[in-house]
């Protein structure tokens, strides 16, 4: 009997501890709490399905603090929720200003996860941020094929697949890219040995993963620049080193500092004023043009006197030929006689 009831009492007393503890963390969760100026971080977000469509800056996440009353267990969620940043949404402004300034508080309270807290009297220091979204288009640059270290056929045209690239980026910055062009650039360093031997396979050749070179305003580490490609295939000709063509008069001009022109003049012996027969070798494209007359491609000789100092000595000199760049003499012009007449000064 004395047992049972000690039994008894002890259950009772056990059930009234429980109940107390329960009391006690009911109470515990239910009392509120003023926190002050709890360390959050915050990121600025364009609204649902329409991320691709704005630039929002800053686009890294940016430090606030938060003020608010709640309940131990609202603190313990709220600790939980800002492990991570916070995403605020922000609306496209419906103006031509990009940036707005955002009430922290009020936005925080738009977030369904912070607004579920159901918190109190909250306030956010700073109380405001400017947030700017700029508008993201896209533009289509041409892709250009420059000649490098690469001696290419002039008379074919390398070509680019593609031949455009897609880039998107703030409409600031497309803006300002006008119309520039991004540069595939044909370079040794770029290019199989293989693929610079003209007797190998033919000239016609293929070079893949060509690096592009974009303008200077196309920033492609930053988070907002999103670009279709960045390698190209270019299909190019090289050019033939082995054609040689005979000029048959190439015009001779003499080539002397302005001061001693003004001193002296320089005439070639008979009045000649032509080279003849020189001839020429080079990529078979320019000796074509050449040898067609083309004047974009002229062919000239010089005679410039090394000895300016001893000028008056001077009996003959060998002429200097200019042709086009790639283009070299075969063998040596002959010498040229000269005659070498001091200017009569006015007294």
């Given amino acids: 009997m004395h047992q049972r009831t000690f039994i008894q009492k002890l259950e009772t007393l056990v059930v009234v501890t429980v109940v107390a503890v329960l009391v006690w963390l009911y109470a515990e969760g239910a009392s509120t709490k003023e926190r002050s100026r709890e360390p959050v971080s915050i990121r600025f977000v364009a609204p649902d399905g329409r991320e691709r469509d704005f630039a929002v800056s800053p686009n890294q996440a940016v430090s606030a603090s938060v003020s608010f009353k709640g309940s131990s267990g609202q603190v313990q969620k709220f600790l939980d929720l800002v ?8 609306e496209p402004p419906d103006s031509e200003q990009n940036t707005r300034t955002l009430v922290l508080a009020d936005a925080m309270v738009r977030n369904a996860d912070f607004a579920k807290l159901g918190l109190g009297s909250i306030a956010v220091e700073p109380a405001t941020w400017e947030v700017t979204m700029r508008p993201m288009v896209t ?81 492609r580490r930053s988070p907002w620049t999103r670009i279709s490609n960045q390698v190209v295939r270019v ?4 050019a033939d080193p082995d054609a040689t063509v005979m000029v048959k008069r190439v015009p001779l001009y003499v080539n002397l500092p302005v001061g001693t022109q003004q001193a002296y003049r320089v005439i070639p012996n008979d009045g000649q004023q032509f080279l003849f027969d020189v001839e020429l070798r080079g990529p078979k494209g320019l000796i074509d043009r050449i040898d067609e007359g083309d004047p974009d491609y002229p062919v ?6 090394r000895d300016v100092a001893g000028i008056e000595r001077v009996t003959d000199e060998q002429p200097v030929v200019v042709a086009p760049p790639g283009v070299t003499v075969v063998g040596s012009p002959a010498r040229v006689g000269l005659r070498v007449e001091r200017r009569v000064t006015e007294p």
Avoid: C, Q, S
């Fill in 83 to 90: 492990r991570d940043p916070i995403e605020l949404t922000v």
């Fill in 139 to 219: 533009a289509t640059l041409r892709v250009e094929v420059e000649e490098g270290d690469v001696a290419l056929d002039p008379a074919t045209t390398p070509v680019a697949t593609p031949d455009t690239v897609e880039i998107t980026a703030p409409v600031d910055v497309v803006d300002a890219l006008g119309e520039a062009v991004v540069v595939a650039r044909l370079d040794r360093g770029a290019l199989p040995e293989p693929a610079l031997d003209p007797t190998a396979g033919g000239r016609e050749k293929v070079a893949r993963n060509i690096v592009l070179e974009f303008p200077r305003g196309v920033d």
């Fill in 235 to 238: 299909n190019y000709t090289l």
């Fill in 300 to 305: 000239t000789a010089e005679i410039r006197i």
